[in-house]
């Protein structure tokens, strides 16, 4: 019988500030989450593997940590990393990012309202990695409305919202009203081209663990997704003053809120088929 692995959609792993590998700016988390400790906290709640997403706070459009950590632990992460919409060289820059072993997708941090979704950095892109056959994820929380017009453009490129495309807190109190943008993240998955990762989501509760206040807010987007198109993830370590990795994995074990078989596919059956995992 084959196991039905775990696999979280989202974690970060990096270095403490050293001048060797200087931080570019300020990730929440404790001062080092080196891939020694993300694997240690992955055992420990019995997680397959993750999503190893450059911090793109801490190194920029740099993913030679994440490289370094795929190296030492190729059976337990797949490799993102962000890139610069505004660079010339950005469709070279993916090609070959998209040849290297255990690199599965790219990453746009959609921080402009202003994007012209036709514009030469974004089409070069999209257009790249649809040729690559690797999904762009999109931080896009408040921008859903541009996150709509580029899956409506490029419908040959795969894309995957990240963190539910909702605002999510670095530390406590979550927002009064944080699922506010629900409407449109439901709106855009009449887009075939689209997933979602459910990322983050407990840091979105107002109760303790096990948080059963998000799971209404969930189930409406498992319904209007399906629940092939979701992806459970923690997004370790940007949580860890709202809670422990252990928690953002037990609250999505232990819920009866959905079946066994929609929790295999949530944590890790979709992730396997979207990244070919």
């Known amino acids: 019988m084959t196991k039905?692995?775990?696999?979280?959609?989202?974690?970060?792993?990096?270095?403490?500030?050293?001048?060797?590998?200087?931080?570019?700016?300020?990730?929440?988390?404790?001062?080092?989450?080196?891939?020694?400790?993300?694997?240690?906290?992955?055992?420990?709640?019995?997680?397959?593997?993750?999503l190893?997403?450059?911090p793109f706070s801490l190194y920029g459009y740099d993913a030679s940590y994440a490289l370094e950590v795929h190296n030492?632990?190729?059976?337990?992460?797949?490799?993102?990393?962000?890139?610069?919409?505004?660079?010339?060289?950005i469709r070279e820059d993916l090609v070959e990012w998209a040849s290297i072993p255990g690199v599965v997708g790219a990453r746009l941090m959609l921080t402009d309202s202003r994007l012209r979704v036709s514009e030469q950095g974004v089409?070069?892109?999209?257009?790249?990695?649809?040729?690559?056959d690797i999904p762009i994820n999109v931080m896009c929380s408040g921008n859903l409305s541009v996150f709509k017009e580029l899956?409506?453009?490029?419908?040959?490129?795969?894309?995957?919202?990240?963190?539910?495309g909702l605002e999510q807190p670095f530390v406590p109190p979550p927002p009064d009203d944080p699922f506010h943008d629900i409407d449109q993240v439901i709106e855009v998955s009449k887009f075939d081209n689209v997933a979602i990762k459910i990322s983050g989501a407990c840091t979105l509760s107002h109760e303790s663990f096990p948080y059963d206040d998000?799971?209404?807010?969930?189930?409406?987007?498992?319904e209007a997704y399906g629940i092939e198109r979701c992806m459970w993830g923690t997004d370790w370590t940007r949580a860890v003053?709202?809670?422990?990795?252990?928690?953002?994995?037990?609250?999505?074990?232990?819920?009866?809120?959905?079946?066994e078989n929609?929790?295999?596919?949530?944590?890790?059956?979709?992730?396997s088929k979207i990244y070919n995992w």
Not at 8 to 28: C, I, K, M
């Open 4 to 50: 039905n692995l775990i696999i979280d959609s989202q974690v970060h792993a990096y270095e403490p500030n050293t001048p060797s590998r200087p931080w570019q700016g300020f990730l929440q988390g404790p001062d080092q989450a080196t891939g020694d400790d993300m694997v240690k906290a992955m055992d420990e709640v019995g997680v397959d593997g993750a």
């Open 52 to 54: 190893l997403v450059s």
């Open 72 to 89: 030492h632990y190729p059976d337990r992460f797949r490799l993102i990393k962000p890139f610069d919409i505004k660079s010339k060289s």
């Open 123 to 132: 089409y070069e892109m999209f257009s790249a990695a649809s040729k690559e």
């Open 151 to 164: 899956a409506k453009t490029y419908p040959n490129t795969r894309l995957i919202i990240d963190h539910l």
């Open 214 to 222: 998000i799971w209404p807010y969930l189930e409406r987007i498992f």
């Open 241 to 259: 003053e709202l809670l422990s990795y252990e928690q953002g994995v037990e609250s999505f074990r232990l819920t009866d809120t959905i079946s």
């Open 262 to 271: 929609e929790r295999n596919i949530l944590m890790g059956g979709a992730l």
